[in-house]
Every structure is written in C-alpha cells, then in structure tokens.
C-alpha cells in the first residue's frame, strides 16, 4: 500500500508558476512509475506527466512549461508548472503506478489559473 499526498495547489495569474509535490509512504517507491494528472470540472481525468527512472513522458499541452522530477531517497515526486495558462486549472493528482491491477492516487490539489 502506497499513501500520497500533494501539496503546492493554489490560485495563481496567467504566466505564472507554480511547483507540486508530492509525498510517498509505504511501498518501494523506486519501483513505482510516478506521474500526475488532473481533472477540470466535467471532464476526465488525463496525463500531465510521468516519470521513471528511465524516461519522462509529456502530454503536447504542457511540453515545455512542464517539468516532472522525482526524488527517490525522499520518496517525492514534483511537478514545476512555468508559463500557466486558464486552461491549466484542475484538480491535480498524484500517481503511483505498478503495474494495471496496483496504482495508488492522492487526493488531490486544486491550481486556479485566473486573472
């Protein structure tokens, strides 16, 4: 069982930045593919990033303004979002995933992108 929890949510101006964390407990997280995701209200739940310790992926609409980092002595993981547009705002989540039938979330952050 892996518990996470994000922090770094808040309201910020279009342009602006902000940095997520993320806090891990329990599991081995070395072996867990890290990422994070978000929800706008009425619609689904999609890829920000992830992260293992190979390789990164990127969903188009963030690349370059996004960067996802992890920390695994500290069982972190971060998401530094630069150059924030309306459409960022959502309700961030944290990912831990295993494999199809083990991943864990968070409960999630909210980033409010507004003038």
């Known amino acids: 069982q892996v518990q996470l929890v994000e922090s770094g949510g808040g309201s910020v101006q279009p342009g602006g930045s902000l940095r997520l964390s993320c806090a891990a407990s329990?599991?081995?997280?070395?072996?867990?593919?890290m990422g994070w995701y978000r929800q706008a209200t009425g619609k689904q739940r999609d890829l920000v990033a992830h992260?293992?310790?190979?390789?990164?992926t990127y969903a188009d609409s963030v690349k370059g303004r996004f960067t996802i980092s992890r920390d695994n002595a500290k069982k972190e993981v971060y998401l530094q979002m630069n150059s924030l547009k309306p459409e960022d705002t959502a309700v961030y989540y944290c990912n831990a995933y295993l494999n199809v039938t083990v991943q864990f979330w968070g409960q999630g952050t909210p980033v409010t992108v507004s003038s």
């Open positions: 329990g599991g081995a997280f070395g072996l867990y593919r």
């Open positions: 992260i293992t310790t190979r390789d990164l």
